[in-house]
Structures are given as structure tokens and as C-alpha cells.
């Protein structure tokens, strides 16, 4: 399986600020994913972060508002831009590993530990 | 419109029993379903899975049943034991390796 880790872990932000989120994977992966857990409510992809182009973004999220970077296949970026209290959620990223390692079915996502984001 | 549905937000089960699971979606074209655990300050980790050409899954004392039919899927842990204490998410797969996620059930196993 892969290892993934979040930086931060957590945080506490003022309103407007903005906050940048690290995923760093242990291995190559060929995909990696943001999704953002509301309070009481499911994980929800924000969007697909791919390795040397603009990411997809899913029905309801914009690049202005989390724009995400990818430079290589091991590490994302995610930013909450302009936050307002709205934002507040956890956010996770998530990989799929390479197509042909070891025995990971296609859709079997692995997911970071999370960042705890709190907008005052 | 939520295509993934959880609709019991919690179950309390004695230790030993069978913890029983509900997930319902609503897209006949997801091929692929998937259950989750997450404990507290933690990603979600991969528990089980089952594929929409199959009815039944088995892997150690877990256990997903598919009827697609009904549109349902179910979790089975027998027996439950405490360090089954967790929020279960019910996933399903789109074409693109996309997951989409039930609001989950916080299960609880009492000794």
C-alpha cells in the first residue's frame, strides 16, 4: 500500500487568508485525488490533481477558489483560496496506485491521514 | 441528489454479534463498490470491495452482499469486536476511478 502524508495536520485561519495543503506519497503513483469532508457530511471529490497539466475539477469547485498543483508523481498541493467559514471541513487527498502494483484493484483509493481546517 | 446513501447515521452492536451495514445508490451504471472504515483523526482505509457482476464478497470475518436488483449493498462483520469501532463509508465507482461516498454509519462494538 502506499504511505501518505498531509501537511498540516491542522489549522486554524482568519477569514480571506489562504491556505496551502502538502500530500506527499511514498511512491509513484499514476493518480491522485482532493476531496473535502463537510461536518456531518460524505467525502466529496473536489477534483483530480493530474501530473503536468490543469487539474479536473468536478461540478461545484473552481481552480480560482482550490487551485492545485501536481509537479510530479509523488506530491500535490492543494489551496483553500479567499476562506470563508464555509471552508471549514477536513480535507484528504487520496492515490491510486500504479495499474500493475502488486495486487491493487483500479479503484482502490488510498487516502492521507487528512488536514482539519477551522475558518474563524 | 445524493447517489450514495448511508441512511442510518449510527449502530450499536454487542461484541460477538453481527454488525449488518445498509447502503443504497441510486446509478445503475456504477461497476464498482467499495467500503471504507475511518477511526477518528484518520484517513479512510480500504476494507472491502465487491464488483457489480458479483453478488457476494468474503474476506475473513467480513463479508459485502450486492443485490443489484434493489439497488443495495450490505456489510457484514461477524463477530464484532470492539477495535470494530468506526465510521464505515459505503463507496461507488464511476468509469473514471472516481469514488463517490455515503455520509456514512459510526459503528459502535461494546464489549
Known amino acids: 500500500s502506499a504511505v501518505i502524508s498531509q501537511k498540516p495536520s491542522r489549522d486554524i485561519c482568519q477569514r480571506g487568508t489562504s491556505l496551502t495543503i502538502q500530500c506527499q506519497v511514498d511512491?509513484?503513483?499514476?493518480?491522485m485525488f482532493w476531496y473535502r469532508q463537510q461536518p456531518g457530511q460524505s467525502l466529496t471529490l473536489i477534483a483530480t490533481a493530474n501530473q503536468g497539466s490543469e487539474a479536473t475539477y468536478e461540478s461545484g469547485f473552481v481552480i480560482d477558489k482550490f487551485p492545485i498543483s501536481r509537479p510530479n508523481l509523488t506530491f500535490s498541493t492543494l489551496t483553500v483560496s479567499n476562506m470563508s467559514p464555509e471552508d471549514s471541513s477536513i480535507y484528504l487527498c487520496?492515490?491510486?496506485?500504479?495499474?500493475?502494483?502488486?495486487?491493487?484493484?483500479?479503484?482502490?483509493?488510498?487516502f492521507g491521514p487528512g488536514t482539519r481546517l477551522t475558518v474563524l | 441528489d445524493q447517489q450514495v446513501k448511508q441512511n442510518s447515521p449510527s449502530l450499536s452492536v454487542q461484541e460477538g454479534r453481527i454488525s449488518i451495514l445498509n447502503c443504497d445508490y441510486t446509478n445503475s451504471m456504477f461497476d464498482y463498490f467499495l467500503w471504507y472504515k475511518k477511526y477518528p483523526a484518520e484517513g479512510p482505509t480500504f476494507l472491502i470491495s465487491i464488483s457489480s457482476i458479483k453478488d457476494k464478497n468474503e474476506d475473513g470475518r467480513f463479508t459485502v452482499f450486492l443485490n443489484k436488483s434493489a439497488k443495495h449493498l450490505s456489510l457484514h462483520i461477524v463477530p464484532s469486536q470492539p477495535g470494530d469501532s468506526a465510521v464505515y463509508f459505503c463507496a461507488a465507482s464511476g468509469s473514471q476511478g472516481n469514488l463517490i461516498f455515503g455520509k456514512g454509519t459510526k459503528l459502535s462494538v461494546k464489549p
Open positions: 511512491s509513484q503513483v499514476t493518480m
Open positions: 487520496s492515490v491510486l496506485p500504479r495499474m500493475g502494483q502488486g495486487n491493487f484493484y483500479y479503484n482502490e483509493q488510498f
